[in-house]
């Protein structure tokens, strides 16, 4: 009677895990702009995050809205546990979006656990590290040749720039153990039901490791295809560097309209004048008229065999426009505390509310529907990862096995 209460206690604690990811079907010529959400694994440069991804060090920076002006802002260390969105090209490769040339030179002690779980957070498996360079590991994975550059097929979606017909850029997150639905969708300003939609779930639950795709609300360009930042894309509450660091980029806090000047430490740049103007590049005069506001303003089209194109562009509006709203500028971080902007995201009734730390994002409210079809141009499907483990269902069986231990230890056969 003990052996089989045992063994009944032992399997209502089992459940099935399983990894999820979201795929997305693409073909070879499809490109985009996406992030990671990325938490680093020690103390690290600046220099040496960018490095593990291939990505500008500036690009970094501005991303995550921090404050390029600091001196030699490149070699800052930034503290372990920092959560950082890294920007990167999301490319087809074999028919899903993948980030297509992150490489990765070993180092003495590398294990293909190691690279996958630490190093890159879990963005990554050993097994796909594996799949993926199969002339550098062997049969024992956990014996890697130093110096061995390794391909990272690191995940990223597209979804053609857009979340319910609205710009949006995708970031990769990865599950934490403190993470619930809720508060993801609390703390990048988009609807529980827009997750499950995008990651095609069929239940709101997470569990650690998964792989979500976050939709953040964007602000897009109209370059020409000519343009060498043609479709440049920037996440709301963040900068983006172009034209080879000349002109800065930013999609301030509830706006779709994206702002770009000059950069602050823009040096051997093209002309950046609008022709037949005295306007310089993210210059703005107003004129208040009878009829409404003459705005008048020297626009950035992107950057054309080398050159910067700027654009100047004259309209009536019924009002004149307010000061241009800025993404709060954030010092380069030197520690992470548990009310980091770039913390985890608990459940709101957690945290006590919707999370307030950090520069928040203003998003267009998602469709209320609570149907889960995919977005436009969104996954047709992918593996779950709901629980199949209510805590509320399990909790009378637990009761009635503890009774039931109890009779039987005093009811011996």
């Not at 594996?130 to 597209?158: F, Q, Y």
Request: net charge negative; hydrophobic share 35%; aromatic share 8%.
């Amino acid at each position: 009677m003990l052996h089989f209460l045992f063994l009944l206690l032992s399997l209502s604690f089992i459940h099935p895990t399983t990894s999820k990811s979201t795929i997305e079907p693409c073909s070879n010529s499809d490109t985009c702009s996406s992030l990671l959400g990325y938490s680093l694994y020690t103390d690290l440069k600046v220099s040496e995050v960018a490095s593990l991804f291939q990505a500008d060090p500036i690009s970094l920076l501005t991303t995550n809205a921090i404050d390029i002006s600091y001196p030699d802002v490149e070699n800052h260390i930034l503290p372990a546990k920092l959560f950082l969105k890294v920007p990167i090209t999301c490319s087809c490769v074999d028919g899903i979006f993948k980030s297509a040339f992150v490489h990765y030179k070993t180092r003495p002690s590398d294990t293909l656990s190691l690279i996958a779980d630490t190093i890159y957070g879990g963005l990554v498996s050993a097994d796909q590290i594996k799949e993926g360079n199969p002339n550098a590991v062997g049969p024992d994975p956990s014996v890697l040749s130093v110096g061995a550059n390794l391909w990272i097929p690191l995940p990223c979606t597209c979804y053609n720039g857009t979340d319910n017909n609205l710009p949006a850029i995708y970031m990769s997150y990865v599950v934490r153990p403190v993470d619930t639905l809720a508060g993801i969708a609390a703390r990048y300003s988009t609807t529980l039901t827009d997750l499950m939609n995008v990651n095609a779930l069929g239940a709101p639950s997470i569990k650690e490791g998964d792989i979500l795709s976050i939709p953040l609300s964007a602000c897009t360009s109209s370059f020409p295809r000519s343009a060498s930042d043609y479709a440049l894309s920037v996440a709301n509450g963040s900068y983006a560097i172009t034209a080879s660091h000349c002109v800065q980029c930013s999609c301030g806090p509830g706006s779709r309209n994206l702002y770009c000047m000059p950069a602050s430490f823009a040096v051997s740049c093209s002309s950046m004048q609008c022709k037949n103007s005295n306007l310089m590049l993210g210059n703005v005069t107003v004129q208040q008229i009878g009829g409404g506001c003459n705005v008048t303003s020297c626009n950035y089209g992107g950057v054309v065999n080398g050159t910067i194109i700027t654009t100047l562009s004259t309209s009536l509006q019924p009002r004149c426009p307010g000061s241009q709203q800025f993404p709060p500028l954030v010092a380069p971080p030197t520690s992470v505390g548990p009310d980091s902007m770039f913390a985890p995201a608990p459940s709101p009734s957690e945290s006590g509310g919707v999370p307030n730390d950090g520069p928040h994002t203003s998003m267009v409210p998602s469709s209320g529907s609570i149907i889960a079809f995919p977005p436009s141009g969104g996954p047709s499907g992918s593996a779950s990862s709901a629980s199949l483990l209510n805590p509320f269902v399990s909790f009378p069986l637990a009761v009635f096995l503890c009774l039931s231990m109890k009779y039987a230890i005093s009811h011996p056969l």
